[in-house]
């Protein structure tokens, strides 16, 4: 009786890995070497399981780079251990990656080719580097090219699209234990700008926290009643306004306020030094960098990353 052998997209199924990140991985990494025939990659029983094996391991919280080397009994044997702690290593070198397919894509609206590179670059960057040196830079010149009038504000939203959706699907891979950390992202009421509120998400999603994206302009009360009901160990504000943003720095004093005292407030981006001035001293804990956020959420998962919490808030006004 010949031995079983399965296409590609029934690889996928049987896995739970796409076929881009199969071969992706393949062509990367070699994780298995599969048959070929007229009609494509023909994968034997043994390529199904050690797939299946690195797949639990990547949603444990292990880089596929790091895994792939080893042989079928040791994923066995590493997979029995459960989940490591992803360590902060310092910073992250921040030189970008080749942007030109993923701004080609932008220009041209090519939606799913812009969620193909996407697809590609996260199934062999770990998510700090897809952070750091995808998306980071992808949003900056975005941003770039729509304050200098070369891109559109349909350009953005396309962008801030397939990244939302690539925050979601990476948080679906690294599948975290109910016991781990939570951490609450959004913005606040007037803050349509979510591209570096979702960049914090995806961080967290790839560092072993159960991230809670609940998108832009979230009015204050909606958030802190959310917060309430998730139980996170802190909530991430983006904020891109200045001091005549009365609206938004109204909003985060209020979340500042009322949120419970064992939950901390953090808010990011080019908006913190107006919010130093006007947030009480001491609660809001203000992220001038990507470095800084990532040393804090060492802090909340148990590590000794040199940093300092947020004071706790005064009891809530309301209930």
Same mark, same amino acid.
């Given at each position: 009786?010949?031995?079983?052998?399965?296409?590609?997209?029934?690889?996928?199924?049987?896995?739970?890995?796409?076929?881009?990140?199969?071969?992706?991985?393949?062509?990367?990494?070699?994780?298995?070497?599969?048959?070929?025939?007229?009609?494509?990659?023909?994968?034997?029983?043994?390529?199904?399981?050690?797939?299946?094996?690195?797949?639990?391991?990547?949603?444990?919280?292990?880089?596929?780079?790091?895994?792939?080397?080893?042989?079928?009994?040791?994923?066995?044997?590493?997979?029995?251990?459960?989940?490591?702690?992803?360590?902060?290593?310092?910073?992250?070198?921040?030189?970008?990656?080749?942007?030109?397919?993923?701004?080609?894509?932008?220009?041209?609206?090519?939606?799913?080719?812009?969620?193909?590179?996407?697809?590609?670059?996260?199934?062999?960057?770990?998510?700090?580097?897809?952070?750091?040196?995808?998306?980071?830079?992808?949003?900056?010149?975005?941003?770039?090219?729509?304050? *200098?009038?070369?891109?559109?504000?349909?350009?953005?939203?396309?962008?801030?699209?397939?990244?939302?959706?690539?925050?979601?699907?990476?948080?679906?891979?690294?599948?975290?234990?109910?016991?781990?950390?939570?951490?609450?992202?959004?913005?606040?009421?007037? *803050?349509?700008?979510?591209?570096?509120?979702?960049?914090?998400?995806?961080?967290?999603?790839?560092?072993?926290?159960?991230?809670?994206?609940?998108?832009?302009?979230?009015?204050?009360?909606?958030?802190?009643?959310?917060?309430?009901?998730?139980?996170?160990?802190?909530?991430?504000?983006?904020?891109?306004?200045?001091?005549?943003?009365?609206?938004?720095?109204?909003?985060?004093?209020?979340?500042?306020?009322?949120?419970?005292?064992?939950?901390?407030?953090?808010?990011?981006?080019?908006?913190?030094?107006?919010?130093?001035?006007?947030?009480?001293?001491?609660?809001?804990?203000?992220?001038?960098?990507?470095?800084?956020?990532?040393?804090?959420?060492?802090?909340?998962?148990?590590?000794?990353?040199?940093?300092?919490? #947020?004071?706790?808030?005064?009891?809530?006004?309301? #209930?």
């Amino acid at each position: 009786m010949k031995p079983l052998r399965y296409p590609i997209r029934a690889v996928s199924k049987l896995t739970g890995i796409t076929v881009d990140t199969l071969r992706a991985w393949e062509r990367r990494y070699a994780v298995v070497e599969p048959e070929r025939d007229e009609r494509g990659r023909l994968y034997s029983e043994a390529d199904v399981e050690r797939l299946q094996l690195l797949r639990q391991l990547v949603a444990q919280g292990h880089a596929i780079g790091r895994v792939a080397v080893l042989g079928s009994e040791e994923l066995r044997a590493l997979l029995t251990r459960g989940p490591d702690p992803v360590p902060y290593d310092g910073p992250t070198p921040s030189t970008p990656a080749d942007l030109g397919p993923l701004l080609a894509a932008v220009e041209h609206f090519d939606a799913p080719a812009l969620r193909r590179e996407l697809s590609r670059l996260a199934a062999v960057l770990p998510a700090r580097t897809l952070a750091r040196q995808v998306a980071l830079p992808l949003l900056r010149q975005v941003g770039e090219g729509w304050h *200098e009038g070369r891109s559109s504000v349909a350009q953005e939203h396309l962008v801030t699209a397939e990244v939302r959706s690539l925050v979601g699907a990476l948080a679906r891979l690294h599948a975290v234990p109910d016991t781990a950390p939570r951490l609450m992202l959004a913005t606040p009421p007037g *803050e349509r700008h979510e591209l570096g509120t979702l960049v914090a998400a995806l961080v967290a999603a790839g560092s072993g926290f159960g991230a809670f994206y609940l998108g832009p302009d979230l009015p204050a009360a909606e958030l802190v009643k959310a917060a309430r009901r998730v139980g996170p160990r802190a909530v991430v504000l983006g904020f891109t306004g200045g001091d005549g943003d009365a609206e938004g720095l109204a909003a985060l004093a209020e979340v500042a306020r009322t949120l419970p005292a064992a939950v901390e407030c953090w808010v990011g981006g080019p908006g913190v030094a107006a919010a130093a001035r006007a947030l009480p001293a001491g609660r809001v804990l203000l992220l001038e960098d990507l470095d800084l956020y990532e040393r804090h959420l060492g802090r909340l998962q148990g590590r000794d990353t040199g940093v300092a919490p #947020a004071a706790a808030a005064a009891p809530a006004a309301t #209930a």
